[in-house]
């Protein structure tokens, strides 16, 4: 599995008991949708690479139970029995494949979806986006100007068109924004 083709959905904390569970962390806007998978890789950002089971030998690890506890998640792996099994997945990411993610309703977009467009002010190119941050308030687009940071509120206000296939992103920005 390539990193660059996965999805983080989760980050593994700390064991749950002594069977062999974990304690997950959600990084998804859609959480729900961990019950519906029945295998996931994971990602050790200590070693930058996915773990491989101990048993299959292959970086695929295949879930034998999920719960929800308050607002996060005890999730099992098959082959997994005992705490000391699990000691070194904690911290991994759980990630999956890109293929496999939520479909977002039309207008709506993944951050890494947005990462590189070019922004346009009133048909003016301003800069591209180098990420996309949320400081409380609201998603903000943050673009890299001539080596100027410039913030956008990610707002139908601001943000007038997000064309994905051409690459762009169109804003009216008022006087003073940049």
């Avoid at 962390?25 to 029945?38: M, N, Q, V």
């Avoid at 590189?116 to 890299?144: A, M, N, P, Q, W």
Wanted: aromatic share 10%; with cysteine.
């Amino acid at each position: 599995m390539e990193f660059e083709k996965c999805l983080s959905v989760g980050k593994i904390v700390k064991p749950v008991g002594i069977k062999g569970l974990v304690k997950v962390i959600s990084l998804s806007d859609f959480p729900d949708k961990f019950f519906e998978r029945h295998s996931v890789f994971l990602y050790d950002e200590k070693k930058r690479a996915f773990a491989v089971h101990p048993v299959n030998k292959g970086e695929e690890f295949r879930i034998k139970e999920c719960r929800a506890i308050q607002d996060t998640f005890r999730v099992g792996f098959e082959g997994y029995n005992s705490i000391n099994d699990v000691q070194d997945l904690i911290g991994c990411l759980i990630m999956i494949d890109e293929k496999d993610k939520a479909q977002l309703p039309e207008g709506r977009y993944y951050y890494y979806e947005l990462i590189g467009l070019e922004v346009l002010d009133k048909g003016e190119k301003i800069g591209r986006i180098s990420e996309v941050v949320d400081y409380g308030s609201g998603d903000l687009l943050k673009v890299d100007s001539d080596g100027k940071e410039v913030l956008i509120p990610f707002r139908d206000e601001f943000v007038k068109l997000v064309d994905m296939k051409s690459g762009r992103v169109e804003v009216d920005l008022i006087d003073g924004f940049r």
